[in-house]
């Protein structure tokens, strides 16, 4: 499939993010080397023949990590969150300046803050008078602010600092996001969410984001859903795909932190990267939140799923 807006698409550029400290639980941080151990990269560079860059090394950003992390305004750790994305977008900016696909591989899903803030930079100067659109396939919407979280975890709250909806009122906690590196609410579109807080309902709402829940996808069918996804993105975007594993029914993929049950198959899920993949479009993607040390019988399920469904977004059908 040719790409519409990359002029190198035969390479790709990797960022292994090993970083878990946007939510509590520990083993998130693997996921990469579990990935890249269960033959991602392998087949990707052999099967689909991309050119990898930087492809195998694992950042741990342990030099940015702080002895000491208070919680600021409800947010858990909210110096190493901010530090970890900021190189990150630096990282994947550096990849997405160049016109390749750009893979990211974490990690907890508050990495996002960061693979958007790089993407949307790079996209603006490489692609003048365009706005990246995002699809955000989850069971989580995201999209909590510091005054709305239950939890404090800031995976929850990524859409909220990549919308601009919550701000960081100091340089070393998300102050560091320039308006260059956001993406329009009315450019993100959510499917298989079932899993809300109240408060994420009245953001939806109020700022009328698009969304398709597990229960639109179970009365219409995975192909509709993504026909209206994909229509209401418009065919003249080029697409950033957050994935996050949770977003695949627990049977198909244990080994999370946060999994609900009702959500996709494999089949289901796959379905969607083939359908960005031939759109065109695809310039970025992310798959988040493999944690091979929870329900450690199911991890290389898991990790099997998630291989399947980076394979489906670049170009082949799951093996």
């Known amino acids: 499939m040719k790409s519409n807006y990359l002029a190198n698409s035969a390479e790709l550029g990797v960022v292994a993010a090993g970083f878990s400290g946007g939510q509590p639980k520990p083993g998130v941080a693997i996921g990469p080397s579990a990935l890249i151990a269960g033959g991602l990269l392998t087949q990707l560079e052999q099967d689909l023949r991309y050119t990898l860059v930087h492809g ?11 002895f000491e992390d208070p919680v600021y305004k409800n947010m858990n750790r909210p110096l190493a969150v901010s530090a970890v994305n900021k190189r990150i977008s630096e990282q994947v900016y550096e990849q997405a300046r160049q016109g390749r696909y750009v893979l990211t591989l974490g990690g907890d899903h508050s990495i996002s803050i960061g693979t958007l803030a790089g993407t949307a930079k790079a996209t603006r100067e490489r692609l003048p008078g365009k706005e990246l659109a995002v699809l955000w396939v989850d069971a989580h919407a995201d999209i909590n602010t510091p005054d709305t979280t239950i939890s404090g975890n800031i995976h929850g709250m990524a859409l909220a600092f990549s919308t601009g909806l919550a701000k960081g009122d100091r340089e070393d906690v998300f102050g560091w996001l320039g308006k260059e590196q956001l993406i329009d609410k009315k450019r993100l579109v959510y499917i298989a969410l079932r899993d809300l807080d109240e408060a994420e309902e009245v953001i939806l709402k109020e700022n009328d984001i698009k969304r398709f ?9 995975i192909e509709r859903v993504v026909d209206l996804a994909l229509d209401y993105i418009g065919a003249d975007s080029p697409i950033h795909l957050s994935f ?14 946060t999994s609900v049950p009702g ?9 969607i990267g083939k359908r960005v993949h031939e759109t065109g479009n695809l310039v970025a993607m992310e798959l988040v939140e493999v944690n091979p040390e929870l329900a450690p019988e199911g991890a290389a399920k898991t990790v099997a799923a998630g291989v399947s469904l980076v394979r489906s977004a670049l170009g082949h059908a799951a093996v």
Not at 213 to 221: I, L, S, Y
Not at 244 to 257: H, N, Q, R, V, Y
Not at 264 to 269: F, I, K, P, S, W
Request: charged share 25%; glycine share 10%.
């Open 263 to 271: 959500g996709l198959t494999l089949e289901q899920g796959t379905y």
């Open 56 to 66: 195998d090394v694992i950042h741990i950003y342990l030099s940015l990590i702080p």
């Open 213 to 221: 829940k597990m229960a639109d996808v179970e009365r219409d069918g």
């Open 244 to 257: 996050d594993i949770d977003a695949l029914d627990p049977s198909e993929a244990p080994s999370t932190g």
